[in-house]
């Protein structure tokens, strides 16, 4: 996703100058994403779909339209199913959504060695005896722009616990950002646990970024079906997390050689990105560096 020269220059200032700094001590406040997103909700707002459809090269019959309110309406639009097929095939392990997506192996409950940064999973969770389960487990990051697809979707049936919701600041998810602080354990965060019937327990973890005002999952405790509507992002980028068990999901070697390149792979919900665990394949999580 490529960002303009203005938005690289305002983004150099925020994260690279003392005074963008202090300026961005008050612009990730949760309170100033959600004016941003009641801004957006109003009728007024509608003013700003067209050109942003066509400045982000959005194919406005790819989705349901009609009697949209306010421009937060049409951020989350759903999107026609032929635009977004879903890989049926059991064994196959979808994207639960669009975005450019990153996989990491998880090691002594290290991960997500972003630019600089590296995480915990029992940071990125809070929950030490959770972030376990998925010691020598795989990581995977979906990272939402704006022309993406905002909703996202189950990736297999199964049941799902509760929501669980961990309050923090707002940072924009883009590259710049992550290269200079901690985003996705300093960021608001919902996580859920989903058993799922041909992969395991699989934590997904929506993260909200700088004008996101709200994660929007539709379900608390639910028993889901592959493709099923999980929730959607209101106005902004914003990321989301997968964390799969050891010996549970193959996916190919080459997206982590790319994620080791610094390469990010772009997909769309729905389709196909690992399958169901063979015991005579390589497993890249069990494999030593």
């Known amino acids: 996703m490529k960002t303009n020269k203005k938005e690289n220059i305002g ?5 690279h100058t003392v005074g963008g700094r202090f300026l961005l001590k008050i612009l990730t406040n949760r ?29 406005m019959d790819d989705y349901y339209c009609d009697n949209l309110k306010s421009f937060n309406d049409f951020f989350s639009r759903k999107v026609r199913p032929t635009a977004r097929p879903i890989s049926e095939e059991q064994t196959h392990f979808i994207s639960p959504s669009d975005g450019f997506i990153s996989f990491y192996p998880i090691k002594d409950d290290l991960v997500l060695p972003v630019k600089q940064s590296h995480y915990t999973i029992s940071s990125l969770l809070k929950n030490e005896k959770l972030a376990k389960k998925y010691q020598d487990g795989i990581c995977l990051v979906i990272r939402l722009c704006v022309d993406h697809y905002h909703r996202y979707c189950y990736l297999d049936d ?17 590259p710049i950002a992550l290269a200079s602080v901690p985003v996705f354990t300093e960021n608001a ?3 859920t646990v989903m058993h799922t019937v041909n992969f395991g327990d699989v934590v997904q973890i929506e993260v909200g970024a700088l004008f996101v005002g709200k994660i929007n999952n539709f379900h ?45 792979i772009s997909i769309k919900m729905g389709e196909k990105i690992g399958e169901n665990f063979k015991k005579d394949s390589i497993n890249i999580s069990s494999k030593k560096k």
């Open 31 to 59: 309170w100033v994403s959600q004016v941003g997103g009641f801004l957006l909700s109003t009728h007024f707002s509608k003013l700003f779909i067209k050109r942003f459809a066509r400045k982000n090269h959005i194919v």
């Open 158 to 174: 199964g049941k799902k616990e509760k929501n669980i919701f961990i309050p923090g600041r707002l940072h924009t998810v883009r």
């Open 189 to 191: 965060r919902e996580y």
């Open 11 to 15: 983004l150099r200032f925020l994260y």
């Open 220 to 264: 608390e405790e639910h028993s889901f079906s592959k493709g099923e509507e999980k929730g959607t992002f209101l106005f902004g980028g914003s990321t989301i997390i997968l964390l799969v068990e050891k010996d549970r999901v193959k996916f190919p070697k080459e997206y982590f050689m790319k994620t080791e390149q610094g390469e990010e």
